[in-house]
């Protein structure tokens, strides 16, 4: 059957299972049972079926709205909304009221049977009533909703609870509120014989672990499983043809859950070792005899249980001591065999077999029980091959020897730490041995250890054990542990382990491109090491179950509110607009409160210094902050704490800048404040009533750098306990007026961004990235197709080091299979890091800027919004970004700050463009005045410093006269033909093109008053366009248009093509250059939708283009574009790039040597990209060899890597990508590296250490340069 925006669960994902329910008698055919898996448990559905055989239907609906509407990547953002969840239920009803047969129903509870539309819960009545079976999970009807009368009437459980939702706020209902205060937990009990409980070993679970929900006994119901007082667990009863059972337990899906269990742990929090409810003391599987539990409800339910029950054995003296269990069933239908499986403490199968004549299982002659133990008997009755029953029963022997202490001398360790661990040994009756293991997370033996020992014959003695001592080392392993098993007669028959013992990480910075994804808590721990393998196998580096690279929390809080928490802040908004008293206009919490930091302080230390020793890359300081709530625009903050702080900001401003202090402000306001204490400044309302900005910009960047002190003084705190930590920030916002985004600022204290793709974020982070930033970006949400491929690629370009996943929901299926969107972003992930390119292109090589900058202006973003012309600010800059990149250069940001300090010069800037740079402090008009006079080039578009860096307005610009213009208006507004562009015959500088098409003249004011413009208005022939002045050595242009619809125009061939001809020309007024001209097959420029980027390493260099992707998507509150992708490529477009110089050229992605030339032709179709080597000399070959190529287990192993061309003096470095390959063929993702090869190592020696338990025969070791695809193997045994 098929339902809207749901999966057909497939089984086919997954490890091995116990098969010992299979095949079941059962009357006939197979079961067929319908269930309604959850978003976050649904593979426990999928364990069921894989154990049982069953066939099966399903409806996915999950108690969060969140997991509906975000969980599933192939429906992402579809499904339902906070409050609006009817597709699932509509499926429910869809699959109940059909004329599909189902034996038996599973039915959760979800979040209520009120929930359940009417037709559904009727239908569920009529067809217990005509003879399914109907297994009840958690039954109960919903908090503040009528009582559903159909689960009255079917349930054998009566709840005594009722649980709702959380109200979230300004969200409404969604969030489920698991009733924890009523959750109760007991040794469970079977109340009576039944078939349902028949052979399970409650006694032998840990159910005190669990927990139950308060419920009664419906009337006429027979409680199957209660506690030692009483309380119903279980219960059942008939209804109609049908049988009803129903479970009371705190559930996952089917299973009971954890009773620490809450669900709480955040997403950005990937430190497992803190989840609830994830470790048991249990020893052995016990979630097993759940299922199997479960198993026997619904066949019981169905009416198919075999007239064959295993009964309790009997346990028989026989000669001597020795006992023997006597094994019979009852009932009508006699089983031909009853097989047996003996199982320690530990799931090991010490012995099995089938019983004897007369069912007689002889325990005490089995050698492999002679040392003692706990032991557990799993027996199945078959006839002809069929299961007609099972049970499991257990026992205890005395140990013949044990572990009465352990010490172990860490809880954690630093790289190169020795650990120790002694051990007492009680008894000793007999001779055997101690084996202590050392064993990361992925079961790698590190180090063993084996100790004899002789017995007394009396088993009295204490035998005293120090093991092998253990030197701690970094690696992909977050922990180890140690093991003691003791051995007597060849089994094992104890094992102590310690607490997993965690190794702090040696290196914490990102050294490759890495992809992270945090793990998701389900209780239990189960399925830890699937997700695991299933984060690998996508391509996820990092934060999957056991990585030693882990993200943490901070403690830090209130420096933002997310969409869904709005409501007070919403609230005050209205309350200001309604009033217009600045009461409200106050920031909760106050990031200048004393009393805030006091808290901040006390919640960062604890939690850093809870979590340091994990060696986190970073601490998470927020998701999406701002100063209001994401780029709102509210004139915060007004309270006493940020007037105070502001206040002595401004003495600073204006004072130690030698401005003339209160005088100064005074003058710079346009106010009369006789103190420091009087002074206020405006609102956005006061600032324009009364032309007077200054007061409302200097508030405005008071409340930037309240922000950016925010995040110095957590970055502060966090150091001050964990001096290598840094800080996150997640989900960064652009840089507006409101949002307290000031890029460059932020870049000296946040050590980990995690950009959203809004405000040409990516630009400004590659920018202003400090060495060892980590530049990281959110993806997933659903994207898949070109579009999820076309995204990576790009943020590889865009530098960024780091993609994180949101989330495991959307990209692994409650079935575990992948997502649609999932697959389509392995593809690049896997290819950029297992093929070197990340560390190829972000470590070991300097993006080319092609010399050219552009100005990130703060002041300028301020004035732009007083000016109440924000929007076209920002398509402006936009505009240019397209602009410079349609025309195949590369480009940095570079902040007011820079260029006060002098990194034009400093940095060999030869361009600087100004996009809409209206406002500029007096330091940087002379710094780019030296700029030009140096030789540089600068280009202003329109209303070029037409305000200082308080947004005073000025009457003429800061660079008029640098320009050589004169101007009789300051209005950037349209005007009277001023879309036509008359040349300039005498314009010296480059050849005219007759018309400029598709833009506007910015400003009617604009004359020439020293150097030539390029155009004038064809009206007046007055107003000046594109003029340009040589000044010193440089020359100063001013365009007088703006690129607001560049990026619409693009498009447009003749339009676009006249703009970027243009560019280029001005481009070509000073010395910047690019290393390669990308050009169609017939040597005309490539046209928009290209982006070209150039790597320096050394003497090598490397040249990239990227093909856009057509359409646009729409942005959401967060700007984040979610959902579907575009799916096909469609046709290539013939391209070449030809080259600045001759060089060995690679093409990379297919590793193909293109020749020594000074081109390459490609097909490049839409969202694709095309990568090329350019080498000083061929690589002919990689050496590679070791001098041992026997390798033995638990020691280490050398190879030596070096790069053969034809120069022996290697002047840039390579990345190798070493890999090993087992016997059976299957690369070994814990051996893979990435290593890069200097320009003054011609070999590299890479050692390697080979676990004890490593696969014995014959592996191979492959070595690939990144660069070339240039590949050598080399094959060892191992032994």
């Known amino acids: 059957m098929e339902y809207q925006y749901d999966i057909k669960y497939d089984i086919s994902v997954g490890e091995a299972y116990p098969d010992r329910l299979q095949p079941f008698a059962g009357g006939g055919s197979k079961l067929k049972l319908f269930f309604v898996p959850s978003v976050k448990y649904g593979r426990e559905i999928v364990e069921f079926i894989r154990r049982t055989g069953v066939q099966y239907e399903t409806v996915t609906i999950d108690r969060a709205w969140d997991l509906n509407k975000w969980g599933f990547g192939d429906f992402y953002d579809i499904r339902a909304s906070v409050d609006d969840q009817h597709i699932m239920y509509d499926n429910l009803e869809k699959a109940m009221t059909s004329e599909e047969h189902y034996d038996v129903l599973v039915i959760p509870g979800v979040n209520g049977w009120a929930h359940f539309t009417a037709a559904t819960r009727a239908a569920i009545v009529r067809r217990v009533e005509n003879g399914a079976g109907l297994v009840l999970i958690r039954p109960f009807h919903g908090q503040d909703k009528p009582k559903s009368p159909e689960l009255e009437a079917l349930s054998p459980l009566v709840n005594q609870f009722e649980e709702g939702f959380a109200v979230d706020n300004n969200a409404g209902e969604g969030y489920p509120k698991v009733r924890f205060d009523l959750l109760r937990s007991d040794k469970w009990e079977a109340?009576?014989?039944?078939?349902?409980?028949?052979?399970?070993?409650?006694?032998?679970?840990?159910?005190?672990?669990?927990?139950?929900?308060?419920?009664?006994?419906?009337?006429?119901?027979?409680?199957?499983?209660?506690?030692?007082?009483?309380?119903?667990?279980?219960?059942?009863?008939?209804?109609?043809?049908?049988?009803?059972?129903?479970?009371?337990?705190?559930?996952?899906?089917?299973?009971?859950?954890?009773?620490?269990?809450?669900?709480?742990?955040?997403?950005?929090?990937?430190?497992?070792?803190?989840?609830?409810?994830?470790?048991?003391?249990?020893?052995?599987?016990?979630?097993?005899?759940?299922?199997?539990?479960?198993?026997?409800?619904?066949?019981?339910?169905?009416?198919?249980?075999?007239?064959?029950?295993?009964?309790?054995?009997?346990?028989?003296?026989?000669?001597?001591?020795?006992?023997?269990?006597?094994?019979?069933?009852?009932?009508?239908?006699?089983?031909?065999?009853?097989?047996?499986?003996?199982?320690?403490?530990?799931?090991?199968?010490?012995?099995?077999?089938?019983?004897?004549?007369?069912?007689?299982?002889?325990?005490?002659?089995?050698?492999?029980?002679?040392?003692?133990?706990?032991?557990?008997?799993?027996?199945?009755?078959?006839?002809?091959?069929?299961?007609?029953?099972?049970?499991?029963?257990?026992?205890?022997?005395?140990?013949?020897?044990?572990?009465?202490?352990?010490?172990?001398?860490?809880?954690?360790?630093?790289?190169?730490?020795?650990?120790?661990?002694?051990?007492?040994?009680?008894?000793?009756?007999?001779?055997?041995?101690?084996?202590?293991?050392?064993?990361?997370?992925?079961?790698?033996?590190?180090?063993?250890?084996?100790?004899?020992?002789?017995?007394?014959?009396?088993?009295?003695?204490?035998?005293?054990?120090?093991?092998?001592?253990?030197?701690?080392?970094?690696?992909?392993?977050?922990?180890?542990?140690?093991?003691?098993?003791?051995?007597?007669?060849?089994?094992?028959?104890?094992?102590?382990?310690?607490?997993?013992?965690?190794?702090?990480?040696?290196?914490?910075?990102?050294?490759?491109?890495?992809?992270?994804?945090?793990?998701?808590?389900?209780?239990?721990?189960?399925?830890?090491?699937?997700?695991?393998?299933?984060?690998?196998?996508?391509?996820?580096?990092?934060?999957?179950?056991?990585?030693?690279?882990?993200?943490?929390?901070?403690?830090?809080?209130?420096?933002?509110?997310?969409?869904?928490h709005r409501a007070p802040y919403v609230e005050r908004k209205e309350k200001y607009y309604r009033t217009k008293d600045k009461q409200f206009l106050v920031r909760v919490p106050c990031l200048n409160d004393p009393e805030f930091w006091e808290g901040m302080e006390r919640k960062v230390t604890s939690k850093v210094s809870a979590f340091k020793h994990f060696g986190p890359i970073a601490y998470f300081a927020n998701d999406e902050g701002s100063l209001t709530c994401y780029t709102d625009e509210l004139d915060l903050c007004f309270c006493s704490h940020c007037m105070r702080e502001m206040r002595e900001w401004l003495k600073l401003e204006y004072t130690d800048r030698g401005a003339g202090g209160i005088a100064a402000l005074n003058q710079a306001w346009s106010t009369s404040f006789a103190d420091w204490e009087d002074v206020i400044p405006y609102t956005r309302e006061e600032a324009k009533a009364k032309l007077s900005y200054a007061p409302w910009a200097d508030h405005r960047r008071f409340m930037e750098h309240t922000f950016v002190e925010a995040y110095r003084r957590i970055a502060a705190i966090v150091r001050s306990v964990d001096e290598e930590g840094v800080i996150r920030m997640s989900g960064c916002q652009a840089s507006t007026a409101y949002?307290?985004?000031?890029?460059?600022?932020?870049?000296?204290?946040?050590?980990?961004?995690?950009?959203?793709?809004?405000?040409?974020?990516?630009?400004?982070?590659?920018?202003?990235?400090?060495?060892?930033?980590?530049?990281?970006?959110?993806?997933?949400?659903?994207?898949?197709?070109?579009?999820?491929?076309?995204?990576?690629?790009?943020?590889?370009?865009?530098?960024?080091?780091?993609?994180?996943?949101?989330?495991?929901?959307?990209?692994?299926?409650?079935?575990?299979?992948?997502?649609?969107?999932?697959?389509?972003?392995?593809?690049?992930?896997?290819?950029?890091?297992?093929?070197?390119?990340?560390?190829?292109?972000?470590?070991?090589?300097?993006?080319?800027?092609?010399?050219?900058?552009?100005?990130?202006?703060?002041?300028?973003?301020?004035?732009?919004?007083?000016?109440?012309?924000?929007?076209?600010?920002?398509?402006?800059?936009?505009?240019?970004?397209?602009?410079?990149?349609?025309?195949?250069?590369?480009?940095?940001?570079?902040?007011?700050?820079?260029?006060?300090?002098?990194?034009?010069?400093?940095?060999?800037?030869?361009?600087?463009?100004?996009?809409?740079?209206?406002?500029?402090?007096?330091?940087?008009?002379?710094?780019?005045?030296?700029?030009?006079?140096?030789?540089?080039?600068?280009?202003?578009?329109?209303?070029?410093?037409?305000?200082?860096?308080?947004?005073?307005?000025?009457?003429?610009?800061?660079?008029?006269?640098?320009?050589?213009?004169?101007?009789?208006?300051?209005?950037?507004?349209?005007?009277?033909?001023?879309n036509e562009f008359v040349p300039n015959a005498d314009f010296p500088y480059f050849k005219l093109n007759e018309e400029i098409q598709g833009v506007k003249f910015a400003e009617i004011g604009i004359r020439s008053k020293e150097g030539q413009p390029a155009f004038r208005d064809d009206f007046m022939r007055l107003v000046s366009a594109v003029h340009v002045r040589s000044v010193g050595a440089g020359k100063a242009v001013y365009l007088n248009i703006a690129m607001t619809d560049y990026t619409e125009l693009r498009e447009i061939g003749s339009q676009g093509a006249s703009i970027r001809a243009l560019l280029r020309e001005l481009v070509g007024l000073s010395a910047a250059g690019k290393p390669a001209e990308l050009q169609q097959a017939g040597g005309a420029e490539a046209h928009a939708g290209y982006e070209s980027f150039y790597y320096r390493n050394g003497s090598a260099s490397y040249v990239a283009v990227i093909r856009g992707m057509s359409g646009k998507r729409a942005l959401g509150h967060d700007g984040l574009a979610v959902g579907a992708g575009k799916k096909q490529q469609g046709e290539e477009e013939q391209l070449r790039f030809v080259f600045a110089k001759q060089a060995h050229v690679y093409d990379i992605r297919e590793q193909r040597y293109v020749g020594l030339t000074d081109k390459a032709e490609f097909g490049l179709a839409e969202g694709d990209t095309k990568l090329f080597a350019l080498l000083p000399c061929r690589v002919n070959g990689i050496s590679l060899s070791s001098q041992n190529q026997e390798w033995k287990r638990g020691e280490k192993a050398s190879i030596s890597i070096g790069l053969m061309t034809d120069d022996s003096q290697l002047q840039f470095t390579s990345v190798i990508c070493f890999q090993l390959t087992d016997p059976d063929g299957k690369q070994q993702w814990l051996y893979d590296e990435n290593l890069t090869l200097t320009s003054t190592q011609a070999t590299h020696s890479h050692e390697l250490f080979i676990p004890f338990n490593e696969r014995t025969g014959k592996w191979t070791v492959t070595a690939k340069d990144a660069a070339t695809g240039i590949s050598a193997r080399l094959e060892v045994m191992l032994a």
């Open 739 to 978: 949002s307290g985004y000031d890029y460059y600022r932020l870049h000296q204290h946040v050590g980990y961004f995690e950009a959203y793709g809004v405000g040409n974020q990516y630009e400004f982070h590659r920018s202003f990235a400090r060495p060892g930033t980590i530049i990281g970006g959110w993806f997933g949400y659903g994207v898949d197709g070109v579009t999820a491929s076309h995204s990576v690629w790009h943020a590889l370009y865009h530098g960024l080091t780091l993609c994180n996943l949101f989330w495991e929901f959307s990209l692994i299926n409650p079935d575990y299979t992948f997502s649609e969107s999932a697959r389509d972003f392995s593809l690049p992930f896997k290819e950029i890091r297992e093929e070197g390119l990340g560390k190829l292109l972000l470590h070991a090589s300097e993006r080319d800027h092609c010399g050219i900058a552009v100005h990130y202006s703060m002041a300028s973003v301020r004035g732009a919004t007083i000016a109440s012309d924000k929007t076209r600010f920002e398509k402006n800059r936009q505009g240019w970004i397209h602009l410079l990149e349609d025309c195949g250069y590369q480009y940095v940001f570079l902040a007011s700050q820079q260029i006060e300090a002098g990194e034009l010069q400093q940095r060999g800037f030869k361009l600087l463009v100004l996009p809409y740079s209206i406002a500029l402090s007096a330091e940087e008009t002379e710094a780019i005045a030296r700029f030009v006079q140096d030789g540089g080039v600068v280009i202003g578009d329109f209303q070029t410093g037409l305000m200082d860096r308080h947004c005073a307005l000025l009457e003429q610009g800061q660079l008029d006269s640098l320009l050589g213009i004169e101007r009789l208006s300051r209005e950037a507004e349209p005007f009277y033909i001023n």
């Open 191 to 564: 109340a009576k014989p039944h078939y349902v409980t028949s052979g399970i070993p409650l006694e032998l679970l840990p159910c005190e672990e669990l927990a139950y929900y308060p419920y009664q006994a419906a009337e006429g119901a027979e409680v199957l499983i209660a506690t030692p007082d009483g309380e119903p667990i279980a219960a059942a009863r008939n209804y109609g043809r049908g049988r009803v059972i129903a479970f009371g337990y705190y559930p996952r899906d089917i299973l009971p859950q954890h009773k620490d269990y809450t669900g709480k742990e955040s997403t950005f929090d990937a430190v497992i070792d803190r989840w609830q409810g994830v470790r048991s003391d249990c020893t052995f599987a016990f979630l097993e005899s759940f299922y199997e539990l479960a198993f026997r409800s619904v066949v019981w339910t169905a009416r198919r249980e075999p007239d064959c029950v295993l009964e309790r054995p009997e346990r028989t003296e026989r000669t001597g001591q020795q006992e023997a269990w006597q094994i019979r069933t009852s009932g009508s239908v006699a089983p031909d065999e009853i097989r047996y499986t003996i199982k320690n403490g530990y799931d090991d199968v010490v012995d099995a077999g089938s019983c004897g004549n007369g069912g007689l299982l002889a325990l005490m002659e089995k050698p492999s029980l002679a040392a003692g133990g706990d032991f557990r008997v799993e027996l199945n009755a078959y006839a002809e091959g069929e299961l007609l029953d099972f049970a499991t029963y257990g026992f205890s022997l005395p140990l013949a020897a044990s572990i009465s202490e352990a010490n172990v001398s860490h809880q954690t360790a630093a790289s190169g730490e020795i650990i120790e661990s002694s051990f007492c040994l009680q008894g000793g009756s007999s001779p055997g041995r101690l084996v202590v293991q050392i064993v990361d997370d992925y079961g790698q033996v590190l180090q063993q250890s084996e100790h004899e020992f002789s017995g007394d014959g009396a088993g009295t003695n204490v035998i005293r054990v120090h093991a092998a001592p253990y030197r701690a080392h970094a690696s992909k392993s977050m922990h180890i542990t140690v093991h003691a098993d003791v051995h007597v007669g060849g089994i094992r028959i104890q094992r102590w382990s310690s607490d997993p013992i965690v190794v702090t990480p040696e290196r914490r910075r990102i050294e490759d491109f890495e992809v992270f994804t945090a793990p998701q808590n389900r209780g239990h721990g189960d399925f830890l090491h699937l997700v695991g393998e299933r984060f690998r196998e996508l391509g996820i580096t990092g934060l999957y179950p056991g990585s030693a690279k882990t993200l943490t929390m901070s403690g830090a809080e209130g420096l933002g509110i997310y969409w869904y």
